[in-house]
């Protein structure tokens, strides 16, 4: 499975939109992109998956960069219950390795 | 639908006890997981299975053990508790199609080994 890089925390303002970076450069043809969420000690919650073009759900976009090495989630207008530590995972075939992920901190 | 869940929340153990993680899910979903999470740490794959009667071993299989003789539990056993077992145990299920899957995870259960 491919390995993935983000910074480990962001601050955003509340109503502003969050915009979190991951690197995958090893990514493979046949792997997902896929983000969760964990908020304080709960699960983590699926957010938001692709492979090759750009996905919107009702909480996130996703944009992929066309040669598949980095990959941006978006939240376009964080609120204070956005606080959590999200996570890019690459691969797929019924393995996610979790990485440390980017705590993001919203603020009013 | 309750998802997935897992009891007990919370459990204090004594070192060499045994126990039992217990895990249900009502989606139907053929994957379940488990995993553990250490203090500021991301989660690791402990076992995972694909379908009742089938299991295999993730990134840190060594204490435990598990089976799946339903599709909708998977409970993961403790033998003899360890301190390094402190962790937050986590329960996920899901239903894959060709590479493609949405992991859905449970409260989780905290375990203290002293």
């Known amino acids: 499975d491919a390995k993935t890089t983000q910074p480990p925390s962001m601050d955003c303002a509340e109503g502003r939109a969050a915009n979190l970076p991951c690197n995958h450069s090893?990514?493979?043809?046949?792997?997902?992109v896929y983000w969760y969420r964990q908020i304080h000690s709960q699960g983590p919650q699926y957010i938001i998956h692709?492979?090759?073009n750009n996905e919107t759900n009702e909480m996130a976009s996703l944009i992929i960069t066309e040669d598949r090495k980095s990959s941006t989630l978006i939240l376009p207008h964080a609120t204070l219950r956005d606080t959590a530590v999200y996570y890019c995972?690459?691969?797929?075939?019924?393995?996610?390795?979790f990485g440390a992920g980017t705590r993001l901190a919203v603020h009013p | 639908n309750a998802g997935v869940t897992q009891t007990p929340k919370f459990r204090i153990l004594k070192i060499g006890q045994s126990m039992t993680l217990q895990c249900a899910q009502d989606?139907?979903?053929?994957?379940m997981y488990w995993y553990r999470q250490d203090p500021g740490m991301g989660l690791k794959l402990i076992y995972y299975s694909v379908g009742a009667g089938i299991t295999d071993k993730g990134e840190v299989p060594n204490g435990y053990n598990v089976s799946r003789s339903t599709t909708e539990d998977f409970p993961l056993r403790l033998e003899l508790a360890a301190p390094s077992q402190t962790s937050v145990y986590f329960c996920?299920?899901?239903?894959?199609?060709?590479?493609?899957?949405?992991?859905?995870f449970g409260p989780g259960t905290r375990l203290l080994v002293l």
């Open positions: 995972i690459v691969g797929g075939y019924n393995k996610l390795i």
């Open positions: 692709g492979l090759k």
């Open positions: 996920a299920s899901s239903y894959s199609t060709g590479g493609r899957e949405t992991q859905y």
């Open positions: 090893t990514i493979s043809g046949n792997e997902y």
């Open positions: 989606m139907n979903h053929n994957y």
